[in-house]
């Protein structure tokens, strides 16, 4: 029996799974310790110290199945972002969420527009379900909302918008993606993607007009906001993120949820790191004052970039950047290579703490002279 | 806009998501405290102390992502279980693998084989996909394999096995088992879903004829097999789970895999607790143990029950279960009302250790005697 035959198109014609390496294996490979990895945008600051002490806490009744209402933290949510409870939908990672409402609203027939150079999942999970993926042309690296609303057919039953977008940093504002939003035909719900919200929305960062889109939920029903507790809460190892919309669209997206996408200590520890208010402070101030390091050393050196307001920069390195990203890495520094997402020429590194980023810069140096 | 016509039919036709209260929130509104809970099957020796070490140890790299691949712990399992690392898919528990195998292999037009008094998720991810469940009668209140070779039709692609079954505890012995797999049609995949695989294999239960399945993976290449460290491992808090497979059939379900759905301290946890073989033999005699204790009490009081090689037991109580299922909850014990599973005077108690299980039966024979 041929098993590829037996499954379904969208599955079959996903990219075969490609086993990678844990960090401690490349170290052991390359005769390296210590590698500095700026390649996933990382919290360089650890987790929130309050989100780690209940996450040890709860390691005490890991035995025992998690809440599968997520009751605690969506209290926690309801009262911080001043949301409806039902509004609420908690994934395994923000990423869950996003596949939640594809798939809740896109069948086969349809179709979800996105941009380019936009995040690697959106073409992923539109393959998963075999539906078209209409993939509009970037403006200035970021999204070209007029393109996009050009885009939307009968067809068209979603839109991922990443704001800021990964990898390239861009963002829109709030008055065109609000009318963006307010034009949707109603058989159109659109994603906004906000993993980097808080980044982005830190006056350090210089994106005056950067929205607050939640605050636009309830008027728009057709509006998904997701965010996660992998970035500036530092908690990417513990899969927990979240999306706020009208409770109708938080009901169906819950029916596809499995009780336990969320673990006990998962929970606990976003719980009790949304709180923790001075390790929030920390990290976004220390993500500006590393901005500002990084860009001021791109333009000293001559070297183009993105402007970003998230916690990571493309740099445009004016030459392959494969072999670049290889040389990096054997001299223990971790970046993301973006061929993949259309930038051939750019390097995605994280903002580091300072000491990280002068490690960068001066291995950065070493490869390009070489 | 009314979301619900948006939405997928398999969605829209999920039960709604009844947001359930933990276990604290419980306690605050009946006013009692240290509630026994003996209805999730969780261990009550509580998670191996080498995978809880581990899995402490692993908070300190909280901030990054897990590892993808899932790398060492593939290398445990495929050391210990002596299949291919290639053969492994890892879950966000094991009822993500599950699902995985019906996404992969299961269409709208499709037929799925279950049987009655089975597990709670078999019929929901049919449904989410929007194919039909064929429901065959149990035996005994276990699976009558002759009822489900007879129920496949040419559209059936894919078999639930739950061996033993839950909530029942019945198991199918190896030659039946082998047999109804050797003369599956080729375009069917079997699942057999071992939840509590390592309980029904001990021999303290008596189940001499209970197969491991694994040695058999090689030789069915459509046999899927499911288990989980939930269970006899005691990091139901974590959610891991893993299928075994043909790779190809693994290749298919690790393209539909999210990268990241298994967290770090899970991985981590999970790893160690699968060398912690003190810990699985004491639970396993516990449990042994526990569940004597438990039937010759049922015996004494006249009781039925379901013979069981699981680590819970279904009770008879030769009335409607769920008044006392109440009973015994404003007594401060929660055990599970199973008549969504066809069987409402039974309730599912999990075998707990001698303490608990005589906590247990005293307050069942005051609920009783009432």
Not at 138 to 150: P, V
Request: proline residues 7%; aromatic residues 8%; glycine residues 8%.
């Amino acid at each position: 029996m041929n098993f590829y035959e037996l499954a379904q198109p969208g599955v079959r014609g996903l990219t075969p799974y490609q086993p990678g390496k844990p960090i401690e294996e490349l170290e052991r490979e390359l005769g390296l310790s210590n590698i500095l990895k700026l390649a996933s945008n990382e919290n360089p600051l650890g987790p929130s110290p309050e989100g780690l002490a209940a996450a040890q806490a709860a390691l005490a009744g890991v035995e025992l199945y998690p809440d599968g209402s997520g009751f605690a933290l969506k209290a926690a949510l309801s009262a911080k972002l001043g949301v409806a409870a039902e509004q609420i939908t908690l994934g395994n990672g923000s990423s869950e969420v996003l596949e939640f409402a594809a798939r809740v609203f896109v069948a086969a027939e349809h179709e979800v527009v996105f941009s380019q150079h936009s995040f690697a999942l959106y073409p992923i999970f539109t393959q998963i379900i075999g539906a078209k993926a209409v993939v509009t042309p970037a403006a200035q690296w970021g999204h070209d909302l007029d393109a996009m609303r050009r885009a939307i057919t009968p067809r068209t039953r979603l839109i991922f918008i990443a704001n800021p977008n990964n990898p390239t940093g861009t963002w829109v504002g709030g008055a065109a993606l609000e009318s963006f939003i307010r034009d949707l035909p109603p058989q159109v719900m659109v994603v906004v993607d906000e993993a980097y919200f808080e980044y982005a929305s830190h006056a350090g960062m210089g994106a005056a007009d950067y929205p607050n889109t939640l605050a636009w939920v309830n008027r728009y029903p057709n509006l998904i906001v997701a965010r996660t507790f992998s970035k500036c809460y530092g908690l990417a190892g513990l899969r927990v993120g979240y999306a706020v919309s009208h409770p109708d669209v938080a009901d169906l997206m819950n029916r596809l949820r499995p009780p336990f996408n969320v673990g006990s200590v998962a929970l606990a520890a976003a719980t009790a790191a949304l709180g923790d208010e001075a390790h929030l402070q920390r990290t976004l101030s220390t993500n500006a004052d590393g901005m500002r390091q990084l860009t001021a050393a791109f333009n000293e050196r001559g070297l183009a970039y993105i402007p970003s307001v998230g916690n990571f920069i493309c740099v445009d390195v004016d030459q392959p950047a494969g072999p670049l990203y290889d040389a990096l890495l054997r001299k223990g520094v971790i970046v993301r290579p973006v061929a993949n997402y259309g930038l051939p020429n750019h390097l995605r590194v994280t903002v580091g703490t300072a000491e990280q980023n002068a490690v960068f810069l001066r291995v950065l140096d070493e490869v390009l002279a070489a």
